[in-house]
């Protein structure tokens, strides 16, 4: 992506080489009432940035490289619902060794912890099961619920949320996954999850689609 900001003129440009292209450098200049001299550091930028090709005798053309403003546009439209996966979630009675032997049959590097209702009450991260499983411990004799992390040092987010906002997020609680959530009277329903790998794959499609 490049990191050059368009200015309102640049911008013009491309709109008149997207919808008449191939298009002269004169040819443009005449529709802007400036001089071709006037145009050319413009023209320059927008060629060594991407967003046009120039080809002798035939003139300028679109690239199909999108304007750092669309591209951030597209950017904050990825939704946490269109990318979220199942959640991987684990009873509060279920006992540590269980819960080890599901985390690796699952292939997962967080599990959540629900009550009867499905309503989140704790997250099992691998360091937690790995903390508990050095020592003399039984593993078969405690439950998750003494182990895991509990509210309000969950952090999670909504399917409505941003991905851009769950990356956020992801980065400042320094942790793999988040629970998508939908909050209600008596707690917090379990509805998804969010993770890195999610988020990227999010952020590949989006360069794909702006040819980035």
């Given at each position: ?19 008449n292209g191939p298009i002269t450098g004169e040819q443009i200049a005449e ?182």
């Amino acid at each position: 992506m490049s990191p050059i900001e368009l200015n309102k003129r640049q911008d013009t440009i491309l709109q008149i080489v997207k919808e008449n292209g191939p298009i002269t450098g004169e040819q443009i200049a005449e529709r802007l009432n400036l001089t071709r001299a006037t145009l050319r550091p413009d023209l320059a930028i927008l060629t060594m940035a991407g967003f046009l090709d120039a080809r002798p005798r035939v003139g300028y053309f679109y690239s199909g490289k999108k304007t750092m403003a669309s591209v951030t546009e597209s950017m904050m439209n990825l939704k946490v619902k269109d990318f979220q996966s199942v959640p991987v979630v684990v009873s509060e009675n279920m006992m540590v060794y269980d819960a080890i032997v599901h985390m690796f049959l699952e292939d997962v590097g967080t599990l959540f912890v629900v009550d009867h209702r499905s309503h989140l009450q704790g997250v099992l991260s691998r360091k937690d099961l790995l903390r508990t499983s050095i020592g003399t411990q039984n593993l078969n004799q405690i439950p998750v619920h003494i182990i895991m992390t509990r509210m309000p040092n969950i952090v999670f987010c909504h399917k409505t949320d941003s991905l851009i906002v769950a990356a956020k997020k992801l980065i400042e609680r320094q942790v793999d996954s988040l629970p998508v959530v939908n909050e209600k009277e008596d707690g917090f329903e379990i509805v998804g999850r969010i993770t890195k790998t999610n988020i990227t794959k999010a952020f590949i499609s989006l360069a794909e689609t702006h040819d980035l």
